[in-house]
């Protein structure tokens, strides 16, 4: 059974800083991507960035390129999301989610992923 259990959220300052933890048990392809969404209060989910492990690979929306960084821990099966310059717009639950294969044209769609972590609320004051 596939498990994805995000950590690391809180309350930070605007232009503060954050990491977020994935960590993924149950898996049995090395070959996966691991994306981050998120949702903020009456918004839909969307796509922030997506990690292929195969290659390490990463892609990033436009809203946080050049803030957010995706890297990764193989040792420890986690995929970390650090995000800098913090904005109160980045304030929503937080996501990881799992696909088998590497991150696809679709790594913002959540319908590309099969498997989904529980979320981490950040919230970032003004």
């Known amino acids: 059974e596939v498990q994805l259990v995000e950590s690391g959220g809180g309350l930070v300052q605007a232009g503060g800083s954050l990491r977020l933890s994935c960590a993924d048990s149950?898996?049995?392809?090395?070959?996966?991507?691991i994306g981050w969404f998120r949702q903020a209060p009456g918004k839909e989910r969307e796509g922030v960035s997506c990690f292929s492990s195969s290659d390490g690979s990463t892609h990033y929306s436009d809203s946080v390129k050049g803030r957010f960084t995706v890297s990764s821990d193989s040792a420890k099966n986690t995929v970390y999301l650090q995000m800098n310059s913090m904005k109160p717009e980045d304030t929503a639950v937080y996501y990881c989610?799992?696909?088998?294969?590497?991150?696809?044209?679709?790594?913002?769609?959540?319908?590309?992923?099969?498997?989904w972590g529980q979320g981490t609320q950040v919230t970032v004051s003004s």
């Open positions: 989610a799992a696909e088998v294969g590497p991150c696809t044209d679709y790594w913002f769609d959540i319908n590309d992923y099969e498997y």
């Open positions: 149950g898996f049995t392809f090395d070959d996966h991507a």
